[in-house]
């Protein structure tokens, strides 16, 4: 159940970046056909697939994503704001996706106190929403962090000296690798990412609690 609504959320992740980059002068991720919904079109073999299935059977933290959309920050009619638009426009397509979620829920409870022989799939519509509601809070914690070549990094790189900035920025060239050793070193950075999804998520409930129809997996 989580799979497609994870698969959607990194394709508008990386759709948002295009978009975002368009707007702001670089026309690179729609003038190779990335700027679409297609998720074929955004699906990595490595990362997407290849890499979080060694990462499961290994007991390692899993760890994955989308192909990343080409951007070209020379097109940006401003370099500094460019880059900090577009690194912040896919977590904010996240957080748009979470917040959607929740008039969803109570849509759902709604028409399910309206139409009892409903019930079962829009209580699974709930659960869907509710899941969706805490990847996508996940995503935006997670490339949140200012770790390269995660989309926290560019925003974070900004404030640092042009000396510092430069070498924190060439961190990126080592990329997953970097990622992987952190997760797996330092198993506390799982639960930093974690924790704030689920205090949200707790707070959304509180909203919608009273609209969740009899969970139909149970």
Sequence with gaps: MSAPLLLFSMVAHEYAHGWAALRQGDPTAWS???LTWNPVKHIDPFMT???????????APILGGAKPIPVNP???RNLRRGDIIVSLAGVTAN???ALACIPVIVIAGA???LLPAATRPLALLQRM???????NLVLVVFNLLPIPPLDGSHVFKWLLPPTLANAYVRLAGAGV???????YFVPQVSSFVVAPAEFVLAAAQRVYFSFLLPNPLS
């Design 74 to 76: 020379r097109n940006y």
């Design 49 to 59: 697939v290849i890499l979080p299935i060694m990462l499961g059977l290994a007991g």
């Design 177 to 183: 690798l970097v990622l992987v050793a952190i997760l």
């Design 129 to 135: 929403a509710e899941i969706g509601i805490f990847l």
């Design 111 to 113: 028409l399910g106190d």
């Design 95 to 97: 957080l748009l996706i």
């Design 32 to 34: 190779l056909g990335r």
